[in-house]
Nanobody, 122 residues
Framework: QVQLVESGGGLVQAGGSLRLSCAAS????????MGWYRQAPGKQRELVAT???????DYADSVTGRFTISRDNAKNTVYLLMNSLKPEDTAVYLC????????????????WGQGTQVTVSS
């Protein structure tokens, strides 16, 4: 079984910074793309940033220039550094990863973490 565990959320004032982490563990052959999503109350889940296995990153327009996604393949971990936070960044942040496992060694499956709350006060 595979688990993704996020950490690093919390309460921060507008303009502040937070760094989220998401570590994958379990029966892992390989981790392909990893990403961060967020969901605010009453809103649909939205993509924040993604990163490929070789480090190519992509961002939502709303966070470009403020957020940085990175990963440590040796630790099976993806990070999200969030700077210049705004109240509208308040949401539950979830990580996701496409992981190949012994039961799905070719195309893998998408796994999700449980989410971590980020609250930005004005």
């Amino acid at each position: 079984q595979v688990q993704l565990v996020e950490s690093g959320g919390g309460l921060v004032q507008a303009g502040g910074s937070l760094r989220l982490s998401c570590a994958a563990s379990g029966s892992i052959f390989a981790i392909n793309a990893m990403g961060w999503y967020r969901q605010a109350p009453g809103k649909q889940r939205e993509l924040v940033a993604t990163i490929t296995s070789v480090g190519s990153a992509d961002y939502a327009d709303s966070v470009t220039g403020r957020f940085t996604i990175s990963r440590d393949n040796a630790k099976n971990t993806v990070y999200l550094l969030m700077n210049s936070l705004k109240p509208e960044d308040t949401a539950v942040y979830l990580c996701s990863a496409r992981i190949t496992t012994p039961t799905k060694p070719l195309f893998g499956s998408d796994f999700w973490g449980q989410g971590t709350q980020v609250t930005v006060s004005s």
